[in-house]
């Protein structure tokens, strides 16, 4: 990331953006030379879900405290847009990465082998505020994890298989009904289903915005200014804008530069006529994201380490490790979580944790195994 300041087309950005990845350098050095035990492992998941349990609870008192005020429920859900601020997070904040930290202390008070009910209500907590920031990537991963838990990894999962399929299948179905979740949910599929196999069937026309589907975002020669991009329209454009980018500049193996692709889809913003600040937006992937700023290097570099560090979690039967693996690699397909500083400190932070236990310990793991 550093070395591509040499050849990056924005040098001004790439050196700005360098201070916010030198986590992924500082803590594996320090890690190298620290080994942790895995009772200290636990220590400090233990320190960190109780942190996310005082956090949800602030966030949670201030939606009911700005309800009061406002009358609006929008205080409830998600995290505020650009033009206010009403949501359960603030905007800059972002829903999706508050749902993956609080994600990963859920499944710390929900896998403990001796549950008391102050486990079972924390648990409790956290998954109903994963529901209320409405993210529908977490959400639906953290079903999932939930279901390999029980028919994988918990001590009864061999004899009660079909009955946690039937029972999680009916919570899937319940969660989807409610309200606020149904309704983006709804939204997603009403705006990219119709057209994202044939483009014959218009697309919604809502206060004379034009919601632009998977098909359109992906073929559309022209959009106007009224065009608008949901979530998923607005990934398989950024992905299609990527591969435009790979065919037409000599990227493949250095790529622009990092943080320095904003260029380049603010030229494409303007060719194909979209709302200005579309071309502001990152790739809203991390995997496209590191192809085209470092390079294919870069590239292989995060799939390996991801790789990594599932087998590794999968080989030591530890679901906690799991289930970080799981959430990075479907968090890193929607967002570009290393462009913020705070996804570097929590990716390189618990990547080091899970990958660092002592070579003793790991020895006795594999022998009780």
Not at 49 to 69: D, E, G, H, N
Not at 168 to 173: A, E, K, R, S, Y
Not at 219 to 228: I, M, R
Not at 236 to 252: C, D, G, H, P, T
Request: charged fraction near 20%; hydrophobic fraction near 50%; aromatic fraction near 14%.
């Amino acid at each position: 990331m550093s070395v591509s300041y040499f050849w990056s087309i924005d040098k001004h950005e790439t050196l700005k953006a360098i201070p916010k990845g030198i986590t992924l350098l500082l803590l594996p050095l320090v890690f190298m030379k620290v080994q942790i035990s895995k009772t200290e492992k636990e220590k400090l998941l233990k320190y960190y879900s109780f942190s996310m349990v005082l956090i949800v609870v602030f966030f949670l008192l201030r939606a009911v405290i700005r309800y009061l005020v406002s009358q609006d429920t929008r205080n409830f859900f998600y995290h505020g847009e650009s033009d206010d601020d009403y949501g359960l997070v603030p905007n800059l904040l972002n829903a999706i990465h508050v749902s993956v930290f609080v994600a990963l202390a859920f499944f710390y008070f929900f896998t403990k082998e001796m549950k008391s009910k102050i486990d079972i209500a924390l648990s409790l907590l956290l998954a109903g505020f994963i529901i209320l920031l409405s993210s529908k990537n977490i959400i639906l991963v953290v079903v999932v994890l939930i279901l390999v838990y029980f028919l994988y990894y918990s001590k009864a999962s061999h004899k009660m298989r079909l009955r946690n399929l039937i029972i999680f299948g009916g919570i899937i179905v319940i969660g989807l009904s409610l309200g606020k979740i149904k309704q983006r949910f709804q939204e997603e599929f009403r705006n990219n289903a119709p057209n994202s196999i044939s483009p014959n069937v218009s697309a919604t026309l809502e206060n004379g915005v034009h919601n632009i589907s998977i098909y359109e975002a992906w073929n559309n020669e022209k959009f106007s200014p009224n065009d608008y991009f949901p979530g998923t329209a607005l990934r398989v454009y950024q992905a299609r804008m990527f591969l435009e980018l790979l065919k037409e500049e000599s990227i493949f193996f250095k790529g622009f530069g990092l943080n320095a692709s904003e260029i380049k889809l603010l030229e494409k913003e303007k060719k194909y006529n979209l709302h200005n600040g579309y071309g502001r937006f990152n790739f809203h992937n991390q995997y496209i994201q590191n192809f085209a700023e470092i390079g294919v290097v870069g590239f292989l570099l995060l799939v390996i380490m991801l790789f990594q560090t599932l087998k590794k979690a999968i080989n030591n039967k530890d679901f906690m490790h799991f289930s970080f693996a799981v959430l990075m690699i479907s968090l890193f397909l929607t967002e570009s979580f290393l462009c913020r500083q705070r996804g570097v400190v929590f990716f390189t932070l618990l990547f080091c944790i899970f990958n660092s236990i002592s070579p003793k310990e790991s020895i006795n793991i594999e022998a009780k195994l």
